[in-house]
Nanobody, 112 residues
């Protein structure tokens, strides 16, 4: 029901925009979020947005990443700027209403 896209290869300092398209209205999700997981590490929350637009970010991405949602397009976004090698991970979109919904991951690789 959630389809993530937009990952790829980018050099440090570069930008990517991830998208997460839903098969149904995303307005039903109380919160939506992006998580990421690097090899050997636990999945971590990157950014979260509520259905009234309040946002929060992991300290490691504050000031560089921006989460947004377009209810008319049923799409969640993550604008990632000033990317660093430590941002390399598989990124997953997430939505929660009465239960959790996960999209498949999209790989982001930041390389020198």
């Amino acid at each position: 029901q959630l389809q993530a896209s937009g990952g790829g290869l980018v050099q440090p300092g570069g930008s990517l925009r991830l998208s997460c398209a839903a098969s149904e209205s995303i307005s039903r999700f109380h919160v939506m979020a992006w998580h990421r997981q690097s090899p050997g590490k636990e999945r971590e929350l990157v950014a979260i947005i509520s259905n009234v637009g309040s946002k929060d970010y992991a300290d490691s991405v504050k000031g560089r990443f921006t989460i947004s949602r377009d209810n008319a397009k049923n799409t969640l976004y993550l604008q990632m700027n000033t990317l660093k090698p430590d941002d390399t991970a598989v990124y997953y979109c997430y939505g929660w209403t009465l239960k959790a919904y996960w999209g498949q991951g999209t790989q982001v690789t930041v390389y020198s």
